[in-house]
């Protein structure tokens, strides 16, 4: 799954990087986690980031809050289920990150955080379906997911699943509301693990309150004890 990410970037870089504008007030994010309002780019609004809610509210769940735990969708099965299928074929959105969090079981009740990211820390989008519900006040909110998918020989050391991440020439693709569903599952894809790395970051990227440039820095792994250790 992926259940936490960071975009610790700059407005210039991302406005750069996607080619869309972004808010004034926006600030670099490191500890991103689901519920939280963040920055997408849509297949309606391409040319600028919109800001919705990480965790779709299903359609047959209308007027309940944000959910927390549907913050995935397995690239596998989203045209097969009813939850995913309809926002897959018309709402697909850019999920824009330079990072993701995993973490390590280490014996029965210690996990090792680690963080994925691109060779250069380079930008990069996760593929994401969005949509559109009624809140409890009668207003209008918007959410999405991020599609998983099975884990690359980076990933598969730490988890079983990693999120898909698209090549940016496929970025637009993606978007695209003409684009044949053959070739938007066919970039569902691990992405290649020659082309990232992984690194451990400290315990405190586990409380969603921490959200400062210390969380993604490369610690050493603690062991059960709190002793700093070598095992990877």
């Given at each position: 799954?992926?259940?936490?990410?960071?975009?610790?970037k700059?407005?210039?870089?991302?406005?750069?990087?996607?080619?869309?504008?972004?808010?004034?007030s926006?600030?670099?994010?490191?500890?991103?986690?689901?519920?939280?309002?963040?920055?997408?780019?849509?297949n309606?609004?391409?040319?600028?980031?919109?800001?919705?809610?990480?965790?779709?509210?299903?359609?047959?769940?209308?007027?309940?809050?944000?959910?927390?735990?549907?913050?995935?969708?397995?690239?596998?099965?989203?045209?097969?289920?009813?939850?995913?299928?309809?926002?897959?074929?018309?709402?697909?959105?850019?999920?824009?990150?330079?990072?993701?969090?995993?973490?390590?079981?280490?014996?029965?009740?210690?996990?090792?955080?680690?963080?994925?990211?691109?060779h250069?820390?380079?930008?990069?989008?996760?593929a994401?379906?969005?949509?559109?519900?009624?809140?409890?006040q009668g207003?209008?909110?918007?959410?999405?997911?991020i599609?998983?998918?099975?884990?690359?020989?980076?990933?598969?050391?730490?988890?079983?699943?990693?999120?898909?991440i698209?090549k940016k020439?496929n970025e637009?693709k993606?978007?695209?509301?003409?684009?044949p569903?053959?070739?938007?599952?066919?970039?569902?894809?691990?992405?290649?693990d020659?082309?990232?790395?992984?690194?451990?970051?400290?315990?405190?990227?586990n409380?969603?309150?921490?959200?400062?440039?210390?969380?993604?820095r490369?610690?050493?792994?603690?062991?059960?004890?709190?002793?700093?250790?070598?095992?990877?």
């Open positions: 799954m992926c259940g936490r990410y960071s975009l610790a700059t407005k210039t870089e991302l406005e750069e990087r996607f080619g869309a504008e972004m808010l004034e926006f600030a670099p994010r490191y500890n991103i986690a689901p519920s939280q309002l963040v920055p997408v780019i849509t309606e609004s391409p040319r600028g980031f919109s800001h919705f809610y990480w965790g779709i509210t299903p359609a047959f769940a209308k007027n309940k809050p944000v959910a927390n735990k549907l913050i995935n969708a397995r690239a596998e099965t989203v045209t097969e289920k009813v939850t995913f299928s309809n926002a897959f074929k018309r709402n697909r959105c850019l999920v824009p990150a330079d990072g993701f969090f995993e973490w390590k079981k280490i014996g029965k009740k210690t996990k090792v955080p680690y963080r994925f990211v691109l250069g820390e380079s930008l990069f989008s996760m994401g379906i969005w949509e559109e519900y009624e809140t409890e207003e209008t909110a918007h959410t999405f997911l599609l998983t998918t099975s884990p690359n020989a980076i990933s598969a050391e730490i988890h079983d699943r990693m999120p898909v698209l020439e637009a993606w978007l695209a509301m003409d684009t569903e053959r070739e938007l599952l066919e970039m569902l894809q691990p992405y290649p020659e082309e990232m790395t992984k690194y451990t970051v400290s315990p405190m990227v409380q969603v309150a921490n959200d400062s440039a210390f969380v993604i490369k610690t050493l792994p603690m062991d059960q004890f709190g002793n700093y250790t070598l095992f990877g």
